[in-house]
T-cell receptor
């Protein structure tokens, strides 16, 4: 079946602009995760959704970052007033459930964001 | 605070060699540990998932072990091939929503 998809694959934006990143999880996966990978650094957890709710928003780096998920499926990560330090690859993952961490996370190809 | 370390940072081997990648973590209270590979310009591919109650998992030429008490995991790759060249990441799940990743080991298998 289809895997996790993300769009756009690449995004170049000017500093100060807002951007929206989209994630389409595997059908039937109730848990959805956002991560980012900055150049030369490891993966950083941002936020996770169980269904439409996000019980843990502590990983979001600032209040310029927000995420939503509607209908238990597609999620968007929005970055307002982008800064150059926001440049990174943003990865989305989904899993069947989050309870007990019994389920593997499957990752999308990522969106490479470049803020100029 | 959970810290995940991978050694070595980079590894180059000739085709056909067996090799071991190492991952260590500071807090043994994990739910599971997962090994991924990341190819340039692509997302992560899950290789093996080891639950905290398990000691190892095998898939084809790959074998991953987990020793929670010592905070270590190894990924063993048998008979390496050029197609195995990638960055290998290990990640531990602290609870049901937070994963911590190591910085990865960049593997090059030379033909």
């Amino acid at each position: 079946g289809a895997g996790v998809s993300q769009s756009p694959s690449n995004k170049v934006t000017e500093k100060g602009k807002d951007v929206e990143l989209r994630c389409d999880p595997i059908s039937g996966h109730t848990a959805l995760y956002w991560y980012r990978q900055s150049l030369g650094q490891g993966l950083e957890f941002l936020i996770y959704f169980q269904g439409n709710s996000a019980p843990d928003k502590s990983g979001l780096p600032s209040d310029r970052f927000s995420a939503e998920r509607t209908g238990g499926s597609v999620s968007t990560l929005t970055i307002q007033r982008t800064q150059q330090e926001d440049s990174a690859v943003y990865l989305c993952a989904s899993s069947l459930a989050s309870s007990g961490s019994l389920y593997e996370q499957y990752f999308g190809p990522g969106t490479r964001l470049t803020v100029t | 605070k959970q810290e995940v370390t991978q050694i070595p940072a980079a590894l180059s081997v000739p085709e056909g060699e067996n090799l071991v990648l190492n991952c260590s973590f500071t807090d043994s209270a994990i739910y599971n540990l997962q090994w991924f590979r990341q190819d340039p310009g692509k997302g992560l591919t899950s290789l093996l998932l080891i639950q905290s109650s398990q000691r190892e998992q095998t898939s084809g030429r790959l074998n991953a072990s987990l020793d929670k008490s010592s905070g270590r995991s190894t990924l063993y790759i048998a008979a390496s091939q050029p197609g195995d060249s990638a960055t290998y990441l290990c990640a531990v799940s602290l609870n049901n929503n937070d994963m911590r990743f190591g910085a990865g080991t960049r593997l090059t298998v030379k033909p």
